[in-house]
């Protein structure tokens, strides 16, 4: 109770400041952002019965020097566990108490899985954020608009488009050090670099990037005299858009994208985890195109995508001495059309179908599953219904039909009623309830461990809260309450007398419940206050890794307009982990210690709209911490770099 108080106090003697600073002429109006994330379709953020965060171009110049996921963990309600530790390990997703398989990642609008995998989830660590245009996160269920993983949240990734110049070039070169916190030499271990060219040259626009990042210097497993993990990524992007008239474009996309990193065996408290042996390697090749056509009452897009991943692992096999090697291999395939129809300037609804296919196939020392028998599709079927009055009362209702090829149909539905009081108080208030599934992945419907009878998981949120701004539009400030329930969900049986070991479906329910609330401050016209603070309690059976408070803080101040500055703040209460001890052969449930984090990032413009340098600091007071047991964490740690406009 005394850390809430204190945080209410705290952002109680903020707002006071900023009252005091009123005269000040600020214009913010975030309530204005356009947003696509809860049609799919653009609208104005206070027609929407969501919070919806966005993170902007100008936001993600202000995170210089730092990685997507790092940037996600700031955000209210969303833990991005292993963004602080060596860049190649594993990383955890979790919104609202849920995890990877629960949150589903869009990138320009299609669904990025890997079907090989167990949970169907997507891998970060593959794109950098140099790469990024725009991010919008809508958290709760979605699965009405977005089928299967969007349970507890949709993070929806816009990449790079072209310059509106017929060319322009842009480089960037970044230098950091990357240590643990007792490591104090800060050498040239963090490499990041890339290049693009893009622009608009009569009806068609172009997009082609570049990047390359190298990393060394950290073990994966926290350790005295460990041997360090190099972790390596390269990406290529291109984009062609066509505009034949004003109705009607088309858009095309390509990508390749590899990873190769060194890790460790997994941590088990035997202290024989370290190895130099264990290399992984995981490369993805999408492509697809977006037709879009407008008419006098709407428009019609069609999302499609193919994306083919492979990873491969040469690993240590610590009874034989020998290195195994296992490949696994996914395809997938999307086609999401929908439509938007205007019956008039306060009424429309989203008609769709989405088409998904998967296969997958791995070679392992112990199996060898082929593609043939390890494949599903999904049909699905939606629609949306949205309203907005001019008196501010807005509705969103849809439903979706879902029929996959192994379970047969599911159904899933949402309602989103919101209210503007426009003319007596800036205040926006909302309620949705929506529900959403996950479907089993090919991995434990097909595999040797599978279970074909495997029905999907099924989630229902409810939420209430409001947005408003106050003192002529510098001080917003939002919050949403949220109670999530769980049921049917996915889990691994082992029985240790007869050793069968498969995926289930659980009987029973767990739940969660929390607050999010984020405030933004206006100070001044060059000093700026954002904040934001997530409760979050969950069921015994969820509690992995989820801290029940969390708290982020950045004050950016902009003394001219060629330079920046910024520090920013991050808490993170205590959370339980759990692994497997080698030495008893039991599970081991651990409760690791809180932690807060300061960081600082300066940028200066050299040339105006032509070179920008920055300087970041991470962890400035070295705090030595556990983010995941027995895994290493970043200490004290800088990093240098410029920007080229060309």
């Known amino acids: 109770m005394k850390k809430v108080f204190k945080i209410s106090a705290v952002f109680a003697l903020i707002t006071s400041c900023a009252m005091a600073q009123e005269q000040d002429s ?110 919008e996160i809508m958290k709760g269920a979605a699965s009405t608009l977005y089928g299967t993983g969007a349970a507890t949240g949709v993070i929806n990734i816009t990449l790079k488009k072209s310059a509106k110049k017929e060319i322009q070039g842009n480089a960037y070169v ?62 290529l992007l291109g984009k062609v858009g066509f505009k034949a008239t004003n109705k009607f474009s088309l858009d095309f996309f390509g990508g390749y994208d590899k990873i190769k990193n060194d890790y460790d065996m997994t941590f088990d408290n035997t202290g024989f985890d370290d190895t130099d042996e264990n290399v992984t390697t995981s490369e993805q090749i999408r492509f697809g195109f977006s037709p879009k056509y407008k008419y006098k009452k709407g428009e019609f897009v069609l999302n499609s995508g193919f994306t083919k991943i492979t990873r491969d692992y040469n690993e240590l096999n610590t009874f034989s001495n020998t290195t195994d090697n296992s490949v696994y291999s996914s395809r997938s395939i999307v086609l999401d059309g929908f439509n938007r129809y205007n019956f008039s300037k306060q009424l429309f609804f989203v008609l769709g179908a989405n088409y998904q296919f998967d296969d997958m196939k791995s ?54 009623p919101s209210y503007n009081f426009k003319t007596s108080f800036p205040l926006k208030v909302l309620a949705s309830y929506s529900t959403a599934f996950v479907t089993p992945s090919l991995y434990q419907l097909y595999s040797e461990y599978g279970n074909a009878n495997l029905t999907p998981e099924k989630n229902a949120t409810v939420e209430a809260g409001f947005e408003t701004e106050l003192v002529n539009k510098k001080v917003r400030l939002n919050a949403v309450a949220f109670f999530r329930n769980q049921t ?86 205590a959370r339980y982990d759990a692994f497997f001890d080698g030495n008893t052969f039991g599970i081991v449930t651990t409760k690791l210690g809180s932690y807060q984090l300061v960081n600082a990032l300066i940028k200066y413009e050299l040339i105006k709209s032509g070179l920008t340098i920055f300087g970041a600091a991470a962890n400035i007071f070295n705090k030595e911490f556990v983010e995941t047991v027995g895994y290493s964490t970043r200490g004290r740690n800088f990093k240098l770099g410029l920007n080229i406009v060309l």
């Not at 009362?393 to 599911?410: D, K, T």
């Not at 240790?496 to 933004?520: C, D, H, R």
């Not at 029940?548 to 910024?566: G, M």
């Open 26 to 135: 600020v214009k913010v109006n975030p309530l204005k952002e356009v947003v696509i994330s809860d049609t799919k379709f653009a609208q104005s953020k206070e027609k929407s019965g969501k919070v919806i965060e966005v993170i902007s171009a100008k936001d993600l110049e202000k995170k210089s020097g730092q990685s997507l996921a790092t940037v996600l963990s700031q955000i209210a309600g969303i833990e991005i566990n292993g963004n602080q530790s060596a860049n190649g390990k594993n990383l955890g997703y979790y919104i609202r108490g849920g995890k990877n398989r629960q949150v589903l990642i869009l990138i320009d609008g299609i669904p990025m899985t890997d079907a090989s995998g167990i949970s169907f989830e997507f891998d970060l660590r593959l794109l950098p954020i140099e790469q990024v245009e725009k991010i």
């Open 174 to 235: 970044n230098i950091g050090s990357n240590n643990t916190s007792d490591n104090h030499h800060y050498n040239g271990h963090d490499f990041n670099q890339g290049l693009s060219v893009s622009g608009d040259v009569k009806k068609v626009n172009y997009f082609a990037g570049f990047n390359s990042t190298e990393t060394k210097g950290m073990s994966q497993i926290a350790g005295e005299n460990y041997e360090p993990d190099s972790f390596s990524r390269q990406n």
């Open 363 to 416: 070679k392992t020392p112990f199996s060898t599953i082929s593609n043939e028998s390890t494949k599903f599709n999904i049909i699905d079927g939606y629609t949306t219904l949205v309203y907005n009055s001019d008196s501010g009362f807005n509705l969103n209702a849809g439903a979706r039909l879902n029929n996959h090829s192994a379970y047969g149909n599911n159904f899933v539905y949402n309602i989103n």
């Open 488 to 573: 049917n969900a996915i889990d691994f049986y082992f029985n240790s007398s007869t050793f069968q070991a498969y995926y289930v479906n659980i009987n029973g329910e767990t739940k969660a419940k929390g607050v999010e609330a984020s405030l933004n401050i206006a100070i001044t016209s060059k000093l700026q206050l954002n904040g934001n603070y997530t409760f979050t309690q969950v069921d015994k059976a969820l509690d992995r890794l989820i801290p029940k408070h969390k708290t982020n803080a950045a004050l950016n101040f902009q003394p001219t307009s060629r330079t920046f500055l910024s520090v920013d703040y991050q808490y993170f209460d």
